[in-house]
């Protein structure tokens, strides 16, 4: 009997496609996504008594990996002591205090539910402190589903973007720019025309939505030059990156320095959480202190926070470690890069830090090839554009049982081609 058909025919009665969020769904990949029971380090089970290992990682949320014992012990402590109260508490001045010390050009920080609500914070603020209406974002990025980000590019050159999803008005769009990545002259033109109406351009500093895509410094702070000349603010989503490469902000790697950062996943230590942050004349802007609305029942959740907590000091405390996780996402992308080309496939893999995403010339390659790494216990996120992970909790063992899993992976396609 397969338990996870089973319960994905279950869910499929009651929620949406079976799932509460759309890449969730394998539609990408074909086939029943996996419903997972328990995980531990780097591998998740399932309801069959498969084990896997964990690329996917929540969508980069969990770099210690799977319940960590020092968080677990950490949070539940916290959770006896009550869920949410409504009121500061002293977990989240310390959270805050935390990240604001890691990132120092940041003075204050407001905590949110979701990198989706960060984003949605930080372009409100930004609108509020310039007074002005119309932000900049480019193709293919994304900074979560507020509906004027859900846009695409328009025809030819047009800078105005078009609703990319239903149910958003194209009157609620009509300040989204949208820009090519990585071509600067392309966003100095756009500037040329409008830049006195921009109070914000918002950047993933490392594509992670699109397949990886490695930070361009000199296009960055192009972004830099070009806003701070305008007046314009720059906001780096660094909702991803945040502590994912080393103890503090991708923009300090950089040497890049926005004006308003978003983050999540990573600080919350896999429970909900986003947040924002800038430099003190910024932020007054923000209610209470300012006329620029943001309110929230569950935001600086207690336990949220000491999940997020817990999860900083830990990565403080073994923040040499980060360049393992770097040495063994070279050695995995490189290793599968040879096999790939040990087999004559082409197989595109993108890699910094510890994100990695693979690409084949085919979708239906990367389907086939999916599906047989699932069969012998390698969970990958489910699509080619979606970014892979690897956690403090990964260890040789797990990367090298990865590369001969794929090896086969990679036979049984060039079997098939
Ligand atoms: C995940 C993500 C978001 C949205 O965060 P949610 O917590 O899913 O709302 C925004 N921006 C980037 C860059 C992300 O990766």
Redesign the pocket.
């Known amino acids: 009997m397969d338990k996870t058909k089973e319960l994905f025919n279950l869910a499929k009665r009651y929620l949406v496609g079976g799932v509460d969020?759309p890449v969730r769904s394998f539609s990408y990949v074909g086939g029943n996504p996996l419903v997972i029971k328990s995980a531990k380090g780097s591998k998740v089970f399932d309801y069959n008594g498969n084990n896997f290992i964990d690329y996917s990682l929540s969508?980069?949320?969990l770099i210690l990996g799977h319940a960590h014992p020092a968080v677990v012990t950490a949070v539940k402590k916290k959770i006896s002591a009550g869920f949410s109260f409504g009121t500061t508490n002293k977990t989240e001045i310390e959270l805050a205090q935390e990240i604001i010390n890691a990132i120092p050009f940041i003075k204050k920080i407001r905590f949110v539910?979701?990198?989706?609500?960060?984003?949605m914070g930080a372009l409100r603020l930004a609108r509020g402190y310039t007074q002005r209406d119309k932000i900049l974002k480019f193709r293919h990025?994304?900074?979560?589903?507020a509906d004027y980000l859900l846009v695409k590019s328009g025809s030819g050159l047009a800078t105005l973007g078009i609703s990319a999803s239903l149910g958003v008005p194209d009157d609620f769009i009509k300040h989204t720019l949208i820009a090519p990545g990585g071509d600067i002259d392309y966003v100095k033109n756009i500037f040329r025309k409008y830049g006195q109406e921009i109070a914000a351009v918002i950047v993933?500093p490392v594509g992670?939505?699109y397949g990886v895509i490695p930070p361009d410094s000199s296009f960055l702070a192009g972004l830099r030059k070009i806003t701070r000349n305008c007046g314009s603010l720059l906001i780096f989503?660094?909702?991803?990156?945040g502590f994912s490469f080393h103890y503090g902000s991708l923009a300090q790697v950089l040497g890049i320095t926005p004006d308003i950062i978003?983050l999540?996943?990573i600080i919350g230590g896999g429970l909900?959480?986003?947040a924002f942050g800038a430099k003190e004349k910024i932020m007054r802007y923000l209610a209470p202190l300012g006329n620029v609305y943001q309110a929230s029942t569950f935001a600086g959740n207690p336990v949220v926070m000491q999940s997020g907590l817990s999860t900083l000091k830990i990565l403080k405390k073994f923040k040499e470690d980060y360049k393992r996780l770097e040495k063994l996402t070279n050695i995995l992308a490189e290793s599968l890069k040879k096999e790939a080309l040990l087999r004559k496939i082409s197989l595109e893999i993108s890699y910094y830090g510890n994100m990695f995403s693979l690409k084949f010339k085919e979708k239906k390659q990367f389907s086939g090839f999916y599906k047989f790494m699932l069969k012998q216990g390698v969970y990958f996120s489910p699509s080619e554009f979606e970014?892979n992970f690897i956690s403090f909790a990964h260890t040789q063992k797990d990367i090298a049982k990865t590369i001969i899993a794929a090896g086969r992976g990679l036979d049984k396609i060039s079997v098939v081609h």
């Open positions: 969020s969508f980069g949320a539910n979701s990198g989706t609500e960060a984003v990025a994304y900074h979560g589903h993933e992670g939505n989503d660094e909702v991803i990156s978003c999540g996943k909900p959480i986003g970014a």
